[in-house]
């Protein structure tokens, strides 16, 4: 079975300081796996994705497939960046079905 | 419209009612999902289309659950016999489907919170 999880449901830094959300996934395959990130009062949507290997808003996440993590870091953190963070899992394409497995999320604050 | 529609956006049932969830997927979207999303949680998938085939409904809770997309567009969520623990925020999502062996990543709807009461 796929399980993700993110340790920490609450996080709290100062702007300007380094971010680092956890998440580690159970998946004995080739997962996809996806940060999406939800502002408030505003729908869930897609931050970025492992095999874009890319950089959004200065967030970058990188698939560690033997500590099976994928945690998201920022260098130095924005307020605009406060948002609930959510890691999630998909099969690899070989494996076929599409859905998404969640963690919990973690809610990101950042202080002025 | 440019992106995924539900309606409504706010649904009060009392217990033991019926009721029907709406799902406006993008337009050309092959792909639509289901989530339930209780509070304080993340999404967890209840089920799955592409265009109008189910090909996977294991995330249903109980046979009070069902969900269809007739013409391979819009798509209903219907609840029966409505309980508590129904109450959660409903959400939809499309996509385009594979590419290239990857997926595209979802298009998310503002979500249905259903109280049940």
């Not at chain 1, 993110?6 to 004995?28: D, H, I, M, R, T």
């Not at chain 1, 899992?89 to 070989?94: P, Y």
Request: glycine letters at 10%.
């Amino acid at each position: 079975a796929q399980r993700v999880t993110q340790p920490e449901k609450l996080l709290s830094v100062f702007k300007g300081a380094p971010v680092e959300l956890k998440c580690n996934y159970s998946y004995s395959g080739s997962p996809e796996l996806f940060w999406y990130v939800q502002y408030s009062r505003q729908r869930l949507q897609l931050l970025l994705r492992h095999i874009s290997r890319e950089s959004i808003k200065g967030f970058t996440a990188d698939l560690n497939k033997g500590e099976t993590s994928f945690h998201l870091k920022k260098p130095f953190a924005q307020e605009e960046d406060s948002a609930m963070y959510y890691c999630a899992l998909a099969r690899g394409f070989l494996q076929g079905a599409q859905k998404l497995v969640f963690g919990q999320g973690t809610r990101l604050t950042i202080n002025p | 419209g440019a992106g995924v529609s539900q309606s409504p956006r706010y649904k009060v049932a009392k217990r033991g009612q019926d009721v029907a969830l709406r799902c406006d997927p993008i337009s050309g979207h092959v792909s639509l999902f289901w989530y339930q999303q209780a509070l304080g949680q993340g999404p967890e998938f209840l089920t799955y289309f592409q265009n109008e085939a189910q090909l996977d409904k294991s995330g249903l809770p109980s046979d009070r659950f069902f969900a269809e997309r007739p013409e391979g567009s819009v798509s209903t969520l219907k609840i029966q016999r409505t309980q508590q623990e129904d109450s959660a925020v409903y959400l939809c999502a499309s996509s385009l489907g594979r590419r290239r062996g990857h997926n595209y990543g979802y298009t998310f709807g503002s979500g249905t919170r259903l109280t049940v009461v």
